[in-house]
């Protein structure tokens, strides 16, 4: 299982951690979209947005903790931008801080059908882990789980 030193770089303010991510808010669910560079965190941030789904932040998002959640909020020099390969820096519709409900790690792939239940461990608080699907409706999925969850998780 993946641990907070596997995706996240310390920003030295005690409570509060900067990772190398991308991060949208679906119905106020946090997606979390962690991975290594050019593994395409922001296109499949761009996919969300396109089905819907607002930006909070791309390239890094600032974590910090609130009770018992983890809220994602997006440093200030980069509000409102994402990268699109080939494109170049985009205006988006900035979204405030959310709440995460899940972490996508595109670095490892779903190999199972079913998945069981994964979690993954930032700033002392477990969130759900969701591997890469290589399938077209991926995002769409994402965004499904977003609103409805899924049946093993009730």
Do not use: W
């Amino acid at each position: 299982m993946a641990t907070a030193s596997d995706t996240a770089e310390t920003s030295g303010r005690g409570s509060e951690t900067i990772v190398h991510a991308s991060c949208v808010a679906i119905d106020g669910c946090g997606l979390l979209i962690v991975g290594a560079s050019g593994s395409g965190k922001s296109g499949l941030a761009l996919d969300l947005m396109a089905l819907g789904a607002t930006l909070v932040s791309d390239d890094r998002v600032i974590l910090s903790r609130a009770g018992n959640d983890l809220v994602a909020s997006p440093p200030p020099a980069i509000v409102g931008l994402i990268e699109a390969r080939g494109i170049g820096l985009l205006n988006a519709r900035p979204h405030g801080p959310v709440t995460l409900g899940c972490v996508i790690d595109l670095d490892r792939t779903e190999t199972k059908r079913l998945p069981t239940h994964r979690q993954i461990v930032l700033l002392r608080a477990s969130v759900t882990l969701l591997l890469r699907v290589d399938s077209r409706h991926f995002a769409s999925a994402l965004m499904q789980y977003c609103k409805k969850g899924r049946s093993s998780d009730r």
